[in-house]
């Protein structure tokens, strides 16, 4: 089974700042096959990433991801009010599918 | 448009076998390259994939539960069912079904589920 790591568990960042979030893999994820997903406060989450890299439908492109293999990235190039958030890496490449234990990111 | 909604028990006693049921809208579960997940989040805690049936009835499910969940899929009435078996309050969560292949593209809104006796 794959164990994904985020890091940092908690990221204070002020509006207009540029978030980076880490998800590591303790195995290659095939393919690049992760997806990163935003999550308010008593709602579902939110696609926000696939593939690594690929936008979802409707996310504006603040929102970018990198990666392959072992390390992804998240970046938000500048922060909005409404993204603050926890952030979760979700990888699909090899069963079980797994999620990492997310990253918040709050106001400073 | 796409829905999902949870239905089920929003309290099961410690023991007992917790069935859910995902009732989805706006696609057919046998269209190919379709699937359905089950996912939860205990209070406060991270989210949890637990088990996931493709559109072929192939089905997946998570290492540490496995021996106690059993997911299937009625396509004539657009569900799909999650059965855990032998409940414990560490089970208190949010489980959520979810739409996608593979990656998660809708959610429904959850249905909390607590185990207390």
């Known amino acids: 089974e794959i164990v994904l790591t985020q890091s940092p568990a908690t990221l204070s960042l002020s509006p207009g700042e540029r978030a980076t979030l880490s998800c590591g893999a303790s195995q290659s994820v095939s393919s690049s096959y992760l997806a990163w997903y935003q999550q308010k406060p008593g709602l579902a989450p939110r696609l926000l990433i696939y593939?690594?890299?690929s936008r979802a439908t409707g996310i504006p492109d603040r929102f970018s991801g990198s990666g392959s293999g072992t390390d992804f990235t998240l970046t938000i190039s500048r922060l909005e009010p409404e993204d603050f958030a926890v952030y979760y890496c979700?990888?699909?490449?090899?069963?079980?599918?797994?999620f990492g234990q997310g990253t918040k990111v709050e106001i400073k | 448009q796409v829905t999902l909604k949870e239905s089920g028990p929003v309290l099961v006693k410690p023991t007992e076998t917790l069935t859910l049921t995902c009732t989805v809208s706006?696609?057919?579960?046998?269209?190919?390259?379709?699937?359905v997940s089950w996912i939860r989040q205990p209070p406060g805690k991270a989210l949890e994939w637990l088990a996931h049936?493709?559109?072929?009835?192939?089905?997946s499910y998570s290492t540490s539960l496995k021996s106690r969940l059993t997911i299937s899929k009625d396509t004539s009435k657009s569900q799909v069912v999650l059965t855990m078996t032998n409940m414990d309050p560490v089970d208190t969560a949010t489980y959520y079904c979810a739409r996608g292949y593979s990656y998660h593209t809708t959610w429904g809104q959850g249905t909390l589920v607590t185990v207390s006796s």
């Open positions: 049936i493709f559109s072929n009835d192939e089905k």
């Open positions: 979700q990888q699909y490449g090899s069963s079980p599918w797994t």
């Open positions: 706006g696609f057919s579960l046998s269209n190919a390259r379709m699937g």
């Open positions: 593939d690594a890299s």
